[in-house]
């Protein structure tokens, strides 16, 4: 069941009416059916999957506690549980790569193998599910956090369906008491969460899914395009996959807070960063946190010699890659973003500088440029797919006019439908600028009630008459 | 709680109230019908006596206005129409196509290629035009959702260049693109593009291999049937294309037309049914006032192409 979907128009009203009718004690019950019937319209079989982690996870974190004098002990079951749930990733979303990746590398040692490969379809979210879980019983095991008695609740945690197939992977602290606690319908928190939610389908339904449109096409086809097309649907795609994601992230904090529940945020204006560091900070914030709590700092952090610090970074960089897909693209465009950071801080002498006026301007576009480019490894199929980009996408430039019209016509984008990606665009722009500095709907919360209404009924205009129709597209996010 | 649900209402109401207003202009200032399903939405006439199907080599290569005073003529053809539709076309229209008449099949090079219809590009648009031409029965992964679109809420699908026009009710010049001239620039790039999207685009794969589609042998197959059932005559036609285009397919695979022509021969040879391939005719192949690009007839070139059809084909019929 997509967030995009009329199957959610209905499901969302119903379990909210029916969550603020039933007593609070019930409150986790209604949320664990909902969230696990959400679960299970993607495909049965795999909440098998989830509930398997959900149970390990849960005696873990008890034996855990249990044994907290005897360290040999919680090893050994940390350890079982990191194997356990990291062994049921493996299995269906990186097994078959490591198993190929295995093949062509005795290939060139003139061995020949033939790759075994598993049929499997990756279960959505799995990513998202298996480190909320991990990141619960790692806390459980530093003793930052206590293990939940109540497996209902803790499988609500688990599972909570705003969050499960594509986050904001959550934290114990955040979720977890937010979902026992005793909670009363907020007026405010309930308008935020649909004014926020209208603005993740603004993002998801008028930019991400026309943009879609092209990069598919192209992507899909990319040896038969060159030139400017090829520089326009990078740009495209860096766009697209930034309101395709924030957008599902927008939509997911929003339907949060209608059950008065608030979820970390995920993105904070990511394009409007001077640095990649900044860069990381703003994007897929639940994520970056992660690694950075669980893999970076345990590896050593920035608190070792400068170059185990650099080998910390693209160690968590190149993981933080892997853990995006199976594929050597996606390692490949985790290595770049890591090895851009090392260069960063190599150069970067002021530690805590922050640019201002034309030099932040610069250093934005710098970034962004830098991302943009980056996105080709992330969006190409193969590592060929993406060299061929790079080398033809100034393909004809000696004769720019020419080079730039072409590349309109090459990826046939209506004139009217470019003026559309441009207005909304900016709409975007000008928001993610602002909230940078404020909170661009509690700021609108104040204005004029004309104003306002205005701008929800313009809003709700848009997103009906600019999102495709008839295709409830999948959130990008959901591959991994 | 209250004013919570009463916002929201008041917001979903003016919300409908706004999107139904514009849908009604939108309908209602609708001028020109979708050029595709045009003759369509002008009904199809019955006791048709010449017809044909086909793509956009079908739509754009007929023109009937030369004998449409002695004979009931009607062009099912349709831009992208695959094989499959062509048979679902002549199922719903089977009874307004009269007994001895003459149908016209057109076989075009990309015709037997490609991945399954569902897996085609732009399947999903292609797709809702059935929906104002076809019973739900017929139309390929039909749900309720796009029939609403198509038929009730059409407002919500045009482009926003569609919309803005018959809302403001804006004449905006429309060239016919049918009238259009072809001349030897854009017809060598369009011809090598064309080459591309026809022969080889989601048609070759991992292999190298040619990809081709069992539906549309059965379709052909079942479409005969069909037409042999009412007492139809069928006939096959390859459709003329400038040098271009040809070439274009020549210099890249050569192998292809040996295929191409093996696999017709084929059909034919089972089939019985006669086939016209006037793609390489010289009266047409390098006469760019005829085309529109490298492989569409324009206005011209089709009521020629016709007239030529009606005397060497159709002699009968005199």
Known sequence: MLFNSWQFGIFLPVVFAIYWAVPQKFRWALLFAASYYFYMSWNVEYVVLILFTTIISYFAAIFIERFQDNTAAKKIILTFTLVSCLGVLFVFKYFNFFSESFVNLMRAFSIQLHPMTLKLLLPVGISFYTFQTLSYVIDVYRGTVKPEKHFGIYATFISFFPQLVAGPIERTNNLLPQIKAHHEFNYEQATYGLKLMTWGFFKKLCIADNLAVYVDKVFNDVYAYKGFALILVTFFFTIQIYCDFSGYSDIARGAAKLFGIDLMENFKSPYFSASIKEFWNRWHISLSTWFRDYVYIPLGGNRVSKARHYINLMITFIVSGLWHGANWTFIIWGSIHGLAQIIENIFTRRKNYQPRGLEWAFKVLLTFTFCMFAWVFFRAQSFSEAVYVFSNMFSGIGSLINYLHQGFVDIRMDKFLFASFCITFFVMLMFDYFSREIDVITTLNNKNQILRWFAYIAIGMIIIFLSQKGVATEFVYFQF | ?318
């Not at chain 2, 749900?143 to 260049?161: F, H, Q, R």
Request: neutral net charge; charged residues 25%; glycine residues 4%.
């Open chain 2, 1 to 318: 709680m209250k004013k919570f649900l009463l916002k929201i209402l008041i917001y979903i109401a003016l919300l409908t109230t706004i999107m139904l207003s514009i849908n009604f202009l939108y309908i209602h200032n609708k001028a020109d019908i979708d050029s595709d399903i045009e003759a369509f939405a002008n009904g199809v006439p019955d006791n048709i006596q010449i017809c044909n199907f086909g793509s956009s080599h079908g739509l754009y290569g007929f023109n009937y206005e030369d004998i449409e005073k002695k004979y009931t003529c009607f062009n099912f053809a349709l831009s992208s129409q695959s094989l499959m539709y062509d048979y679902r076309i002549l199922l719903n229209f089977k009874n307004k196509i009269k007994k001895d008449s003459v149908v016209f099949i057109v076989i075009s090079y990309f015709s037997f290629l490609g991945k399954t219809e569902i897996e085609g590009k732009d399947f999903t648009s292609k797709n809702r035009r059935y929906y104002k031409i076809l019973p739900r029965d017929l139309i390929e992964q039909y749900d309720w959702e796009t029939d609403a679109y198509v038929n009730y809420l059409p407002s919500l699908i045009a482009t926003p260049g569609d919309l803005l026009k018959n809302i403001l009710s804006l004449k905006l010049n429309k060239n016919n693109q049918w009238d259009k001239e072809a001349d030897a620039p854009l017809a060598y790039k369009d011809a090598q593009e064309a080459y591309e999207r026809h022969i080889v685009t989601d048609k070759i794969d991992k292999n190298g291999e040619r990809i081709y589609r069992q539906e549309a042998f059965n379709a052909i197959y079942s479409m005969i049937n069909l037409l042999k059932e009412i007492g139809a005559r069928p006939i096959f036609i390859t459709t003329p294309f400038l040098s271009e285009y040809t070439d274009a397919i020549k210099n890249n695979a050569p192998e292809f037309f040996s295929e191409f022509y093996s696999v017709v021969n084929e059909i034919v040879k089972n089939t019985e049914v006669k086939y016209y391939d006037y793609s390489h005719d010289k009266r047409f192949r390098n006469d760019y006032s005829l085309f529109m690009n490298s492989d569409h007839l324009n206005r011209k070139g089709a009521r020629k192409f016709t007239n030529i059809l009606m005397r060497e084909v159709l002699g009968f019929l005199e």
